[in-house]
């Protein structure tokens, strides 16, 4: 039973509008959840995170919200760029334990010029 | 930037045979970790260690066994190959602290095709 859902295996969005990545998970535990991005042929790299503290955190173009309640974050990118075209994974772990990050099944972004 | 070396990116082996698949990461990180990427199924954690000589089993562990002999060295080893470990292979590793303690810093990957 996946821990970490993202629902939507492909997202296609025009350059220069948003795109929205959508996360949901089922453990209450979880306290800490990043996102990160991943091209073909390399390894994922970190993109963004939040803890259970906050409900927002922004950087740049890249914005995730934390709905605690109903378990559910997403990934706003604002606007979308070709270069952005890549699969998007979701990630979720316990602060205060460091050992298992546990992800999603990832979501493959394509910005249409 | 920290960086970790797969040094294997494409390998093909054979049904039963031994398959080593080496990592390296020069940050001085403690915690390393081996996942296994396959399509709708994330990436889903096989081993990791939080220092040398030791190990912890994660999600996925049958069919493989790990070693770190040096702090910056983790291994992976599938001691008997078979058709259903074909798969990417990450490696990652990640530093101690509180700040960004959760980020991980993956390599490249390892694509291993078991016939």
């Known amino acids: 039973d996946q821990q970490v859902k993202q629902n939507s295996p492909s997202l296609s969005v025009q350059e220069g509008r948003i795109s929205i990545l959508n996360c949901d998970y089922t453990?209450?535990?979880?306290?800490?959840f990043l996102w990160y991005k991943k091209y073909p042929a390399e390894g994922p790299t970190f993109l963004i995170s939040?803890?259970?503290?906050?409900d927002k955190n922004e950087d740049g173009r890249f914005t995730v919200f934390l709905n605690k309640s109903a378990k559910h974050l997403s990934l706003h990118i604002v606007p979308s760029q070709p270069g952005d075209s890549a699969v998007y994974f979701c990630?979720?772990?316990?602060?205060?334990?460091?050992?298992?990050?546990?992800f999603g099944p990832g979501t493959s972004l394509s910005v249409i010029p | 930037d920290v960086k970790v070396t797969q040094s294997s990116r494409y390998l093909v082996k054979r049904t039963g045979e031994k398959v080593f698949l080496e990592c390296v990461q020069d940050?001085?990180?403690?915690?390393m970790f081996w996942y296994r990427q396959d399509p709708g199924l994330g990436l889903r954690l096989i081993y990791f260690?939080?220092?040398?000589?030791?190990?912890e089993k994660g999600d996925i562990p049958e069919g493989y066994s790990v070693s770190r002999e040096k702090k910056e060295r983790f291994s992976l080893i599938l001691e008997s190959a078979s058709t259903n470990q074909t798969s990417m292979y990450l490696c990652?590793?990640?530093?101690?602290?509180?700040?960004?303690?959760?980020?991980?810093?993956f390599g490249a990957g390892s694509r291993l095709t078991v016939l």
């Open positions: 939040i803890s259970s503290i906050k």
């Open positions: 990652a590793s990640r530093g101690g602290g509180s700040s960004g303690a959760n980020v991980l810093t």
């Open positions: 990630a979720a772990s316990e602060e205060t334990s460091y050992d298992k990050v546990i």
């Open positions: 940050m001085d990180h403690e915690n």
């Open positions: 453990n209450s535990m979880f306290d800490y």
């Open positions: 260690s939080y220092d040398v000589k030791m190990k």
